[in-house]
């Protein structure tokens, strides 16, 4: 089955890190770029940050730049946000999310999401 | 950077009816523009891409338009499972960076 999973979400206090994974299955993950989205509770999507297939490109939204570094590892399937410096309005749904190919090759829509797991930066 | 904005904020029709949903970019956009369904609890799922592409299992009730500044989703009959809240979003070639609208709340009359 094609899927994403995220985890490593939980409560956090300001200031703090957090480290969140995002597990993929039933697809070439070395051979897609991927993503992070958030969700504020009760509000719209928010793009975060991009990263090519091999690592060597990275995209971050400017209310992230600086504080939130995006990685993977192929060889485990694996895409990573590492989160420091976290403010409260930081607290969202975290949703890792694979961007759409089709005829003419890569586009910056979003095809496959995880079900998202919930960062909540508060005292 | 690209601001979308969506109307209306809250769209109250009935099953059968038809609904018509816009989204406005603060600058050309080509037909760079995709719309998203988000239920209760649940990730978003892509319907349409590139203003009028269906996405992969996309009931032909949906349906996208325009260019340019100027985009409309609609959906011709409404299935009780279409109430949910839409949101556009639109690329840029490069760098690879996304914005989305705020979204349209469709909910039963």
């Known amino acids: 089955e094609v899927q994403l999973v995220e985890s490593g979400g939980g409560l956090v206090q300001p200031g703090g890190s957090l480290r969140l994974s995002c597990a993929a299955s039933?697809?070439?993950?070395?051979?897609?770029?991927m993503s992070w989205v958030r969700q504020a509770p009760g509000k719209g999507l928010e793009w975060v940050a991009n990263?090519?297939?091999?690592?060597?490109?990275?995209y971050y939204v400017d209310s992230v730049k600086g504080r939130f570094t995006i990685s993977r590892d192929n060889a485990k399937n694996s895409l990573y946000l590492q989160m420091n410096s976290l403010r409260a309005e930081d607290t969202a749904v975290y949703y890792c999310?694979?961007?759409?190919?089709?005829?003419?090759?890569?586009?910056?829509?979003?095809?496959?999401w995880g079900r998202g797991t919930l960062v909540t930066v508060s005292s | 950077e690209i601001v979308l904005t969506q109307s209306p904020a809250t769209l109250s029709l009935s099953p059968g009816e038809r609904a018509t949903l816009s989204c406005r970019a603060s600058q050309s956009v080509s037909s760079y523009l995709a719309w998203y369904q988000q239920k209760p609890g649940q990730a978003p799922r892509l319907l349409i891409y590139d203003a009028s592409n269906r996405a992969t299992g996309i009931p032909a009730r949906f349906s996208g338009s325009g260019s340019g500044t100027d985009f409309t989703l609609t959906i011709s009959s409404l299935e009780p499972e279409d109430f949910a809240v839409y949101y556009c979003q639109q690329r840029s070639n490069w760098p690879p960076e996304v914005t989305f609208g705020q979204g349209t709340r469709l909910e039963i009359k």
């Open positions: 999310a694979r961007p759409l190919i089709a005829a003419a090759g890569l586009y910056w829509y979003f095809d496959l």
């Open positions: 990263i090519k297939q091999d690592g060597s490109e990275k």
């Open positions: 039933g697809f070439t993950f070395s051979s897609y770029w």
